[in-house]
C-alpha cells in the first residue's frame, strides 16, 4: 500500500513525505486488513492530515484482486472516517489526467512529471508510493478549481451563455 503526504501552503505543494507499506508477512486476508487498519491509523497520528484522498477501486484483469484491493480500501475510508477526516474518491483515469494531462498515462509517466508538479527530488522506485503521492496532488489541483455552484453544463455553447465573463476577451 503506498501513501504520499503533502502541505499546501501559498497554493504551492509541498512534499511531507512517501512510501510503500508491505503486508506480505501477514498470513490471512484478516491479518492483511487488520494491518492496514493499524498502519492507517498510525500515518493519521503522524501527519493529521485535513482530508484522505483514494483511489477509486478499478477493475483489471482478476476479480479477486479488485474485490482484496475494494477491503482494503474500505478499510482505509473507515479508518479515515472515524478520526473525523474527509475522505475523496478519484478514478485512476482523473490522477493520470491531473497529473499527466493524459488519463491513459502509465504509472511511470506519472512518477515521471511529480517533480515538476512538487518541485521536489522524488525517487520513483515504488510506484505504489507516486502513485498514492499523485492522488493526494490530483486532489489539490481539483479542490483548488473554481466552483461553479453546482451548475452542470450539457455543452460549451451553454455555459458561455450563463458565463459570458469566462470569454476571452469580453467585457
Not at 498470513?27 to 492496514?36: F, I, N, R, S
Not at 477493475?59 to 479515515?80: D, E, F, H, P
Not at 486532489?139 to 455543452?155: E, I, M, R, T
Amino acid at each position: 500500500m503506498g501513501f504520499g503526504a503533502i502541505q499546501v501552503i501559498n497554493n504551492k505543494i509541498q512534499l511531507i513525505d512517501l512510501g510503500v507499506i508491505n503486508f506480505k508477512s501477514k498470513d490471512t486476508v484478516y491479518e492483511k486488513l487488520g494491518a492496514v487498519f493499524t498502519e492507517c491509523r498510525q500515518l493519521i497520528d503522524r501527519f493529521k492530515p485535513d482530508t484522505l484522498a483514494i483511489e477509486s477501486p478499478f477493475y483489471g484483469k482478476n476479480v479477486q484482486s479488485m474485490l482484496k484491493l475494494g477491503r482494503a480500501q474500505g478499510v482505509v475510508i473507515a479508518t479515515a472516517m472515524a478520526c473525523g477526516i474527509e475522505v475523496f474518491e478519484y478514478s485512476p483515469r482523473k490522477i493520470k489526467q491531473s497529473i499527466t494531462g493524459k488519463g491513459n498515462a502509465d504509472k511511470e509517466k506519472v512518477a515521471a512529471m511529480l517533480p515538476f508538479i512538487i518541485d521536489a527530488k522524488i525517487k520513483p522506485s515504488k510506484l505504489d508510493a507516486t502513485d498514492a503521492l499523485a492522488t493526494a496532488v490530483c486532489h489539490h489541483l481539483q479542490a483548488s478549481q473554481p466552483k461553479l455552484q453546482g451548475k452542470k453544463f450539457n455543452n460549451w455553447a451553454q455555459f458561455i451563455k450563463e458565463n459570458p465573463e469566462k470569454l476571452i476577451g469580453s467585457k
